[in-house]
């Protein structure tokens, strides 16, 4: 069965985490809990500011860089996924964000998902658990538009509850890690501008040249706010919790914010992800979390045909097997989309809802 869908109001949504990195212990050995990954998490989400950090060392007219760097997240209801922003400032002039972040609780992995992505196209995807001796550790693969993967390491430890320490890493000549940036992050009330979370300027006029050149240009369809038909709510009872569902364009247009069903009264969002180019895999990749009951959502968005985009990807429960999903938007007008909803219990694709 498919359902008809039509577009609503266009809302802006982007969040984002806090990267970390890994040390020398095996991933089994070094595992969070899902109480543990809400306390990492949870520890950079605030409202009414954001985290600053002085760049002083690297800043000068010649390297371009701005004075400081700041940070700003936000949670989904359940508090198992944030998302946010990197950006800089020199006075009192604010940049385009340099990362946008995304990050969730895995409970296959027993770690979090770190996933971000700049303007440039780079990707940055791996896992953060806890370390040795204290605070989280983060290695991530690095992507580049041209395809060259470089590993990156970030060691996060809190101060206190208003500090947060932070170093960086690259690869050593020696297969080990040689220390590259640290800075300390100090939480800043009062900053009234934050990117994260303002709608992208071209947003509902985008540029079509652009677009015709960005690998996700092929999403543009779906940007905007989709609500079910009475008819499809009715069948599917107890499905309101994961709808209506949105996209919206990032800060830059190498990725896209996703959320299901509407904010509840305090503005948080029932499923809520992000999107974004891998260079890597040539894909749209994607990772959201579903708060409620901690499921985690991997996977791609491909184009079928002009009309048609498709969604597969692996769901990891925190009590059993991951099992495989793949879903179709059928692109009826503008403003008008079917969406099939099939999955795989075992092997064959079988119609669940839609």
């Given at each position: 069965?498919?359902?008809?869908?039509?577009?609503?109001?266009?809302?802006?949504v982007?969040?984002?985490?806090l990267?970390?990195?890994?040390?020398q212990?095996?991933?089994?050995?070094?595992?969070?809990?899902e109480?543990?990954?809400?306390?990492?998490?949870q520890?950079v989400?605030?409202k009414g500011?954001a985290w600053?950090t002085?760049?002083?060392r690297?800043?000068?007219d010649e390297?371009?860089?701005p004075r400081?760097y700041?940070m700003?997240?936000r949670?989904?209801?359940?508090g198992?996924?944030?998302?946010g922003?990197?950006?800089?400032?020199?006075?009192s002039?604010?940049?385009t964000?340099?990362?946008?972040?995304f990050?969730a609780?895995?409970p296959?992995?027993?770690?979090?998902l770190?996933y971000?992505?700049?303007?440039?196209?780079?990707?940055?995807?791996g896992?953060?658990r806890?370390?040795?001796?204290?605070g989280?550790?983060?290695?991530?693969e690095?992507t580049?538009?041209?395809?060259?993967?470089?590993?990156?390491r970030h060691l996060n430890r809190p101060?206190?509850?208003?500090?947060l320490?932070s170093?960086?890493?690259?690869?050593?000549?020696?297969?080990?890690?040689?220390?590259r940036?640290s800075?300390?992050?100090?939480w800043?009330p009062?900053?009234t501008?934050v990117?994260c979370?303002?709608?992208s300027?071209?947003?509902g006029?985008?540029?079509?040249?652009?677009?015709?050149?960005?690998?996700?240009?092929?999403?543009?369809?779906?940007v905007?706010?989709w609500v079910p038909?009475?008819g499809w709510?009715d069948?599917?009872?107890g499905?309101?919790?994961?709808?209506?569902f949105?996209?919206?364009?990032?800060?830059n247009?190498y990725s896209?914010?996703?959320r299901?069903?509407?904010?509840?009264?305090?503005?948080?969002?029932?499923?809520?992800?992000?999107i974004v180019?891998?260079?890597?895999?040539?894909?749209?990749e994607?990772?959201?979390s579903q708060g409620?009951?901690?499921?985690?959502?991997?996977?791609?968005y491909?184009p079928v045909?002009e009309?048609?985009?498709?969604?597969?990807?692996?769901?990891?429960?925190?009590?059993?097997?991951?099992?495989?999903?793949r879903?179709t938007?059928?692109?009826?007008?503008?403003?008008?989309l079917?969406?099939l909803?099939?999955?795989?219990p075992?092997g064959?694709?079988?119609?669940?809802r839609?």
């Amino acid at each position: 069965m498919r359902t008809t869908f039509g577009r609503s109001t266009l809302i802006s949504v982007v969040v984002a985490g806090l990267m970390g990195s890994t040390g020398q212990l095996t991933a089994q050995e070094r595992r969070y809990t899902e109480a543990e990954a809400r306390a990492s998490l949870q520890k950079v989400v605030r409202k009414g500011g954001a985290w600053v950090t002085s760049n002083a060392r690297y800043w000068s007219d010649e390297s371009g860089e701005p004075r400081e760097y700041l940070m700003s997240f936000r949670s989904d209801a359940e508090g198992l996924a944030v998302r946010g922003c990197m950006w800089g400032r020199s006075g009192s002039a604010a940049t385009t964000p340099f990362w946008s972040f995304f990050q969730a609780w895995d409970p296959a992995a027993g770690a979090i998902l770190a996933y971000q992505a700049n303007p440039a196209g780079i990707v940055s995807i791996g896992h953060e658990r806890p370390y040795e001796t204290g605070g989280s550790e983060t290695i991530q693969e690095m992507t580049t538009r041209d395809g060259n993967v470089v590993r990156s390491r970030h060691l996060n430890r809190p101060v206190h509850a208003d500090t947060l320490a932070s170093q960086s890493f690259a690869p050593a000549a020696n297969e080990g890690w040689a220390p590259r940036r640290s800075y300390t992050w100090v939480w800043t009330p009062g900053v009234t501008s934050v990117p994260c979370f303002e709608q992208s300027p071209s947003a509902g006029d985008p540029d079509s040249s652009a677009l015709s050149q960005n690998p996700l240009g092929f999403m543009e369809p779906l940007v905007g706010t989709w609500v079910p038909d009475k008819g499809w709510l009715d069948e599917n009872p107890g499905m309101d919790a994961l709808v209506p569902f949105a996209f919206e364009w990032g800060p830059n247009r190498y990725s896209l914010s996703y959320r299901a069903a509407l904010p509840d009264k305090e503005g948080t969002p029932f499923t809520m992800g992000t999107i974004v180019w891998n260079p890597d895999t040539r894909k749209a990749e994607f990772m959201s979390s579903q708060g409620n009951d901690a499921l985690q959502f991997e996977g791609y968005y491909e184009p079928v045909d002009e009309k048609t985009i498709r969604r597969v990807y692996t769901v990891s429960y925190p009590n059993r097997s991951p099992l495989r999903y793949r879903e179709t938007f059928f692109l009826i007008t503008r403003d008008t989309l079917d969406w099939l909803t099939e999955w795989q219990p075992e092997g064959a694709w079988v119609p669940r809802r839609g």
